[in-house]
């Protein structure tokens, strides 16, 4: 009876888990746009490690690239973004261009975590 009643719960949140709502944007949301840094002085210096998001644009290690789509996940504490990127790949002659992800997650209004993947998150602060 207990195994019976484990398995109900435990299909009942796995099945919620699936179906969470995925919003796709074309582009950056506004409250994201803007130069955003590890630090403050980062932000005064010419330091290559911030990033730089527009509506369709990112600059940042991973190059200048042109956002093609930013996918919206609902997350514990705000939503959770996934930007796909595509880059001039210039690391092979064979392909013009790479794609990639950029996962990005607003910690408050002036603070966003960043990175490939949840792994490779960094903090970043808004620059004025």
């Known amino acids: 009876m207990r195994i019976a009643i484990a398995l109900v719960v435990l299909i009942t949140i796995s099945s919620q888990a699936a179906i969470a709502d995925i919003k796709r944007h074309a582009s950056v ?13 980062a932000c005064k210096s010419a330091d290559k490690s911030g990033v730089a998001l527009a509506a369709k644009t990112y ?15 609902p997350g514990p504490q705000g939503p959770i973004y996934s930007a796909r990127l595509r880059c001039p790949n210039e690391r ?11 996962v990005i997650r607003s910690d408050d209004t002036n603070k966003i975590s960043a990175g490939s993947d949840f792994s490779n998150l960094k903090t970043y602060q808004r620059c004025p």
Not at 63 to 73: L, P, Y
Not at 92 to 102: K, Y
């Open 29 to 41: 949301p506004e409250a994201l746009q803007g130069s955003w840094a590890t630090s403050a002085d």
């Open 59 to 73: 600059a940042g290690p991973a190059g200048n690239c042109t956002v093609m789509w930013v996918s919206e996940t």
């Open 92 to 102: 092979t002659q064979q392909q013009a261009w790479s794609e990639s992800n950029l």
